[in-house]
């Protein structure tokens, strides 16, 4: 089993002149959930070579069992200098694919038409897309068969308005998860600030949070097994 992890290229916070990129929780957590359970995971971004890591995910308070492990693990950091190009892979060559989130998703991915060309593609060859946190925002322009929104009528899930008021970026982001995907005519739902809440509607699999992303990966392996 072959699964493409997808992560942002983007380190810039908005105009603060501080540092995003991706959150090392939300990679790393299902990351090790499925490689422990055989699956091959390559990794992807739209720049490829070294994806950004938002300093933030590294502080103390946000460490886990994951960033810890991977934080040793110097070869899975050897295999992350080196991502592929996101325009270089095909859907043709993976299972699914899964969109770690951090605030880096909601400038470069967002707006990417290569990673909404592929994720359209994973989901019209009836492949399984996975996306967490602030990662929901890959979906923005990606459309179904019929010419709307993806998201239109599905279940989905992401980081909540409220949580982007928590970490004080609400006036920072281009846009915000949950507003998007409302506006995109999807149903949307969540649980408390910083609970774990992933949703799967069909093909397409979303979690609110970090702490949702190890969820995310259980029920997008639950879905290959069937």
């Known amino acids: 089993m072959k699964i493409l992890f997808v992560l942002t290229s983007h380190d810039q916070l908005g105009n603060?002149?501080?540092?995003?990129g991706f959150w090392i929780e939300e990679f790393a957590s299902p990351y090790y959930y499925l490689v422990d359970k055989g699956v091959d995971v390559i990794l992807a971004s739209p720049k490829g070579g070294q994806p950004p890591i938002d300093p933030t995910s590294d502080k103390p308070e946000n460490q886990t069992e994951s960033t810890?492990?991977?934080?040793?693990?110097?070869?899975?950091?050897?295999?992350?200098?080196?991502?592929?190009?996101?325009?270089?892979?095909?859907?043709?060559?993976?299972?699914?694919?899964?969109y770690p989130g951090g605030h880096g998703p909601l400038w470069d991915l967002a707006e990417s038409e290569v990673s909404a060309k592929l994720i359209e593609s994973f989901y019209n060859s009836d492949k399984p897309v996975s996306f967490v946190?602030?990662?929901?925002?890959?979906?923005?322009?990606?459309?179904?068969?019929?010419?709307?929104?993806?998201?239109?009528?599905?279940?989905?899930?992401?980081?909540?308005?409220?949580?982007?008021?928590?970490?004080?970026?609400?006036?920072?982001?281009?846009?915000?998860?949950e507003?998007?995907?409302?506006?995109?005519?999807?149903?949307?739902?969540?649980?408390?600030?910083?609970?774990?809440?992933?949703?799967?509607?069909?093909?397409?699999?979303?979690?609110?949070?970090?702490?949702?992303?190890?969820?995310?990966?259980?029920?997008?392996?639950?879905?290959?097994?069937?």
């Open 16 to 20: 603060t002149g501080e540092k995003t």
């Open 133 to 177: 946190c602030h990662a929901p925002a890959a979906l923005k322009h990606v459309k179904s068969t019929n010419g709307e929104p993806l998201v239109t009528g599905k279940k989905v899930t992401g980081f909540t308005n409220t949580e982007e008021a928590l970490v004080q970026l609400t006036d920072v982001v281009p846009f915000l998860v």
């Open 68 to 98: 810890k492990r991977f934080k040793g693990d110097s070869a899975l950091q050897e295999k992350l200098s080196k991502t592929h190009q996101l325009s270089e892979v095909s859907s043709d060559d993976y299972d699914a694919v899964f």
């Open 179 to 226: 507003d998007m995907l409302k506006e995109n005519g999807g149903i949307y739902s969540k649980a408390g600030d910083f609970e774990p809440y992933a949703l799967e509607d069909g093909l397409l699999i979303t979690g609110q949070n970090p702490a949702s992303s190890e969820k995310v990966a259980e029920i997008l392996l639950a879905q290959l097994q069937k």
